[in-house]
T-cell receptor, first 113, second 117 residues
Framework: DGGITQSPKYLFRKEGQNVTLSCEQN?????MYWYRQDPGQGLRLIYY???????QKGDIAEGYSVSREKKESFPLTVTSAQKNPTAFYLC????????????FGPGTRLTVT | AQTVTQSQPEMSVQEAETVTLSCTYD???????LFWYKQPPSRQMILVIR??????QNATENRFSVNFQKAAKSFSLKISDSQLGDAAMYFC??????????????FGQGTRLTINP
């Protein structure tokens, strides 16, 4: 089945540690996105990538890093510089420049204590 | 920059009745798309309905329909014959087709819909 997978569903880390969230898609989509969701707020864009080996900062990129070495993979690293990393993280993808509909993964709940 | 506002943090409706969720947006673009996404307790984002700005006809998907008022920049979602499975957070989202760069979705803050049996 085609889709987007995010692992793990729940992730726990100690403060000061970097952590990497996985996002994989087998939809052959060009563009991939990372969003953060906090209670009472909509989704906010962290980073996006429109093609392999290229990515751009979104609205809240500070404290995060990404890579896009393969078309199907777009991992997000939450660094120790991120001041408030506890949140729900959603990955999405869409076919390409002319497409408009984004498809979402199931999300990862990150808790940092 | 584009913004999306959902002024109703919470709504409730009796099962089988109709409810309307409000959304307004701000943009200077003429070509764009609007979406309603549903996020149930599983937190999976599910596309409910989409509307192309150049289409005057309001989109419908079974029990879900929209009232798109382009001049007023309003995009409300009507759910008819509400069912218990409709209980979720609902997000309104804007997508600017020709924006340089991100082609990103801009989301509202969400409306939590409760269905009373």
């Amino acid at each position: 089945d085609g889709g987007i997978t995010q692992s793990p569903k729940y992730l726990f880390r100690k403060e000061g540690q970097n952590v990497t969230l996985s996002c994989e898609q087998n939809l052959n989509h060009d563009a991939m996105y990372w969003y953060r969701q906090d209670p009472g707020q909509g989704l906010r864009l962290i980073y996006y990538s429109q093609i392999v080996n290229d990515f751009q900062k979104g609205d809240i990129a500070e404290g995060y890093s990404v890579s896009r070495e393969k078309k199907e993979s777009f991992p997000l690293t939450v660094t120790s510089a991120q001041k408030n990393p506890t949140a729900f993280y959603l990955c999405a993808s869409k076919p390409g420049q002319g497409a408009y509909e984004q498809y979402f993964g199931p999300g990862t709940r990150l808790t940092v204590t | 920059a584009q913004t999306v506002t959902q002024s109703q943090p919470e709504m409730s409706v009796q099962e089988a009745e109709t409810v309307t969720l409000s959304c307004t947006y701000d943009t200077s673009e003429s070509d764009y798309y609007l979406f309603w996404y549903k996020q149930p307790p599983s937190r999976q984002m599910i596309l409910v309905i989409r509307q192309e700005a150049y289409k005057q006809q309001n989109a419908t998907e079974n029990r879900f329909s929209v009232n798109f008022q382009k001049a007023a920049k309003s995009f409300s979602l009507k759910i008819s014959d509400s069912q218990l499975g409709d209980a979720a957070m609902y997000f309104c989202a804007y997508f600017g087709r020709w924006v340089q760069g991100a082609q990103k979705l801009v989301f509202g803050q969400g409306t939590r819909l409760t269905i009373n049996p």
